[in-house]
């Protein structure tokens, strides 16, 4: 220890000139403020100079001094000059760093804190705070300076090794990638937060560290001095991955059974299959998702966001979504379609739809929209032109014709596939609100809330214009009636619309300052989202036939569909409670929800 | 007890072995040449006896311990003046001694005023600005500074005039008298060291090929010179040429009963002592100076 303070007070004594230099910068914020053009803002000036002087001097000195405090007397031999007194590798650098390091901070402070201290509010302004700003400094230099003296050991020595080192780099932040990627695609914020300073605070250690073993095995030599780095760094890092690794595992690995809470529940009409998106116990805000059988219970786990949702055909036999295409092609994302690859590709902003039968699939990726075969991948149609500000609805009306629709301002095209020809097909409606537009089962009619009227769907041509409400939710259901709620006062008045746009039905709702139309039952029965729980409406009687407290779902995506949700008649629903618990339901009768695992 | 212990030493760069299989050993108050050509691996080996090296094979013992194990503790005891001027040439003299004086158990800061006052070299001056001699008196002024029990010198006179090599070797010579030091020495100012070594030890190749006192080597090594075919020389020979109508002949195992044998039959035989130089230039190669 004595021997480390030695070194570190010789050292620090050592830099004197560099600390009268830095004070002479130090000067320069305030001489900045002479120019006629900033005398009207000083204070801004001198702290905007003055932090910008101070981390470039503070970052400058870091590489250099971490490029130098070991390897410059490695690379020029006279690293034995040390090795010949008793003096123990750890205290030759832990001496050396912490003055090498000290000498950073104390450069970047000398210029810095006049600036801070004359700057003021502006200085907050500017470098997001007083201790923001230095405690990020501080850590960004000592990251500076030990990737420099690494990056020194490695090249100075002009070993072979570096190809080997170079290696090892790839692979380590190949690993990297894939050990976040799939705690980003949970949907995990503080976990990946967390997992990141952790390793990153993990392989600073290590590479503090490095060094004292460098010197321990290689001492005076600079390639043994590499290589004995090397030997100790990589491993190092790669216990770091495998912890890391094994604490992802172990993050990924949750069960339907151990969800502590359930995010999102979405159910494939007339499929046994459920989409289930919830936090397990220990797992912070990690989001896993289950494609979980509802008649059986046996579950698979699936690697898309849970923002992202399922498609399915009609028939409910096949159910597509996107997830990332492979290992290290994490920013590209390939369709699945029942568990297996497709092979078509989207983006990460992409959207897609399904055709009734499940053959074709549409991909809107902003400005283009392409059409693939499902079953060979190939291209059936693509069409561009869209624009990519503008949120486009798509849908199949037949498998061979798609429908775009643009909102705002309305804009509608139809993809043909069998000619390929894209043709506008309705002139622009301006008063059309963002995702505003809903659709009839059969694609012939649409609802466009805001304007609040019934319009064909291929023309945008008006049929009826519905009552001058502004309502915060409405849905064109599947025989083309509409359903449309308006909150205020803490309340939901709910409207009935049948299909000609006459209003037949009025619901008032107590106590529900708001609602989402969620599905539709066969029957004539639509489900509506309350905070408090489920309710289904008889949409012929204009009557709520089931009311369900504390259970909320299914619930659909945000998906390019702008079909309601239609469930089958005798279909059991599922749904969550508060405590987080799946269940299944029935729409119809009052029979209590049953869990759904046990 | 050996102060150093070198026992089948092999030091190797990637394919290259630049120390080949070395065993020796230095008594304690004695002082050991350890003599070589450039590149024949003297400096290697040192650096390996110093743990600055961690052999291939084998291992070196400083005091009884494994050196490459227990450096630091040591170096405490161990006065070191390397090959090339390799203190930081930033430094001034009094901070290399200050350095020095909180590292050292042993320090004699009287010691080293003394010797730098005879020296000439100002305590304020940078290390990086002095003369080459100079350097090396600062360097051995440190060493000595630290009251080592074993001095290492690598090539310590390397560069310097007649008049630094003189006091250079002085000063050893007056702590050994002092406190029985025992010295590792590589060099090649070989008359020098002839007055001073006990032992010697040539390095060829990175084998070390000649290990012996330095009274035995000149009674073993003579040059004969007698009449007769080189067949009827009786000792070994390191090698042999014509000498008139006679034969001049490098004998390693020099024996008095053999000589005058062969002065019997020649008259004309006459046997000298050969010097350190002429020694090491016998066993080492012609080239050497």
Redesign the interface.
């Known amino acids: 220890m004595s021997a480390a303070i030695a070194l570190f007070t010789r050292e620090l004594r050592g830099r004197t000139r560099l600390f009268v230099s830095c004070a002479v910068l130090a000067c320069v914020p305030f001489l900045a403020t002479l120019l006629p053009a900033a005398q009207a803002h000083r204070a801004d000036v001198i702290a905007m100079v003055g932090g910008f002087l101070a981390i470039c001097v503070g970052a400058a000195v870091a590489l250099a001094t971490g490029g130098s405090v070991i390897v410059r007397d490695l690379a020029e031999r006279r690293m034995s000059f040390w090795f010949a007194k008793p003096l123990h590798p750890a205290a030759l650098w832990f001496g050396k760093a912490s003055a090498a390091l000290l000498t950073c901070l104390l450069s970047f402070a000398i210029i810095a804190v006049p600036a801070m201290l004359a700057g003021g509010g502006a200085w907050k302004n500017y470098w997001l705070g007083e201790t923001s700003v230095l405690g990020v400094s501080a850590l960004g230099i000592a990251v500076l300076f030990l990737v420099s003296h690494a990056f020194a050991t490695v090249v100075r020595s002009r070993s072979l090794l570096l190809a080997l080192d170079f290696f090892f780099a790839v692979v380590a932040v190949g690993a990297l990638l894939l050990l976040v990627w799939p705690v980003v695609l949970g949907g995990a914020v503080e976990v990946t937060k967390w997992l990141a300073l952790g390793i990153a605070a993990a392989m600073l250690a290590v590479l503090a560290i490095a060094p004292v073993w460098q010197l321990e095995r290689g001492r005076a030599d600079i390639r043994r001095s590499h290589a004995a780095f090397s030997r100790f760094f990589w491993p190092g890092i790669g216990v770091v991955l495998l912890v890391a690794g094994s604490y992802v595992a172990w993050l990924v690995s949750a069960k339907p059974a151990d969800l502590q809470t359930v995010a999102s529940v979405e159910q494939a009409p007339r499929s046994t299959k459920v989409l289930v998106t919830g936090t397990a116990a220990g797992r912070g805000d990690y989001q896993s998702t289950f494609l979980l059988d509802r008649t059986t219970g046996s579950y698979e786990r699936v690697a898309t966001p849970p923002w992202w949702g399922i498609e399915s055909s009609q028939d409910g036999k096949v159910l597509a979504w996107l997830q990332p295409s492979g290992l290290f092609r994490v920013r590209q994302l390939e369709l699945h379609v029942n568990g297996r690859a497709t092979g078509i590709l989207a983006s990460l902003s992409s959207r897609m739809v399904l055709s009734g039968d499940g053959a074709r699939v549409a991909i809107d990726n902003g400005r283009t929209v392409t059409v693939y075969d499902v079953a060979t991948g190939r291209i059936a149609g693509s069409a561009a032109g869209f624009d990519s500000r503008s949120q486009a609805s798509m849908y199949f009306v037949t498998s061979d014709l798609l429908r775009v629709v643009e909102t705002p301002p309305l804009r509608i095209a139809e993809l043909d596939l069998r000619t390929r020809r894209l043709t506008r097909t309705g002139s622009p409606l301006s008063a059309a609100l963002r995702n505003s537009v809903s659709v009839s089962g059969d694609g012939t009619r649409m609802f466009v809330r805001g304007p609040n009227v019934i319009a064909d769907a291929r023309s945008g041509a008006a049929i009826a214009t519905l009552d001058a409400e502004r309502y915060g939710a409405a849905s064109m259901l599947h025989d083309g009636s509409v359903v449309a709620a308006a909150f205020a006062k803490g309340a939901a008045r709910v409207h009935l619309y049948g299909p000609d746009g006459v209003r037949r039905h009025e619901l008032t709702l107590p106590g529900t300052p708001g609602l989402w139309i969620t599905g539709e039952v066969e029957g004539g029965r639509v489900l509506l989202t309350t905070r408090h729980g489920m309710l289904v409406v008889d949409v012929n009687r204009g009557v709520i036939v089931r009311k369900l407290d504390g259970v909320r779902g299914p619930t659909p995506h945000l998906g390019a569909d702008p079909r309601l949700v239609r469930y089958g008649a005798s279909e059991e629903l599922v749904g969550r409670t508060e405590k987080g618990q799946l269940v299944l339901w029935q729409p119809e009768g009052q029979a209590a929800p049953r869990p759904l695992l046990r | 007890m050996s102060v150093i212990a070198a026992d089948g030493v092999t030091v190797r760069?990637g394919k290259k072995t630049a120390v080949d299989g070395v065993t020796l050993s230095v008594a304690p108050g004695s002082v050991y040449a350890l003599l070589g050509r450039n590149g024949a691996g003297k400096s290697s080996l040192v650096?390996a006896m110093?743990?600055?090296?961690?052999p291939a094979r084998g291992r070196v013992t400083l005091f009884g311990e494994d050196v490459w194990r227990h450096?630091?503790?040591?170096?405490?005891r161990?006065g070191?003046v390397?090959e090339?001027a390799?203190?930081?040439p930033?430094?001034r003299v009094r901070?290399l001694a200050?350095?020095?004086s909180?590292?050292?158990?042993r320090w004699t800061q009287s010691a080293l005023d003394e010797r730098l006052g005879r020296f000439g070299v100002a305590a304020n001056a940078r290390y990086g600005e002095l003369s080459k001699g100079q350097k090396k008196q600062v360097a051995l002024a440190l060493a000595l500074a630290t009251s080592p029990e074993l001095l290492v010198l690598d090539d310590p006179t390397l560069g310097l005039d007649v008049v630094a090599r003189k006091s250079l070797f002085e000063e050893v010579i007056a702590d050994m008298a002092e406190r029985g030091l025992t010295v590792l020495i590589t060099t090649h100012d070989l008359s020098a060291i002839e007055t001073l070594a006990d032992r010697v030890g040539v390095i060829k190749d990175g084998k070390l090929v000649l290990d012996d006192e330095l009274e035995a080597l000149k009674s073993r090594f003579r040059r004969v010179r007698y009449a007769g075919a080189p067949a009827a020389l009786a000792m070994t020979a390191a090698s042999t040429r014509a000498w008139g109508s006679g034969t001049e002949a490098i004998v390693t195992d020099y024996d008095d009963v053999a000589f005058e044998r062969l002065r019997r039959d020649s008259e004309a035989s006459e046997s000298t002592p050969m010097t350190l130089e002429e020694i090491f230039i016998s066993v080492a190669g012609e080239e050497q100076r």
């Open positions: 760069y650096r110093l743990g600055m090296l961690e450096r630091t503790r040591l170096m405490d161990i070191v390397s090339e390799d203190a930081p930033e430094l901070d200050a350095l020095s909180r590292l050292y158990s």
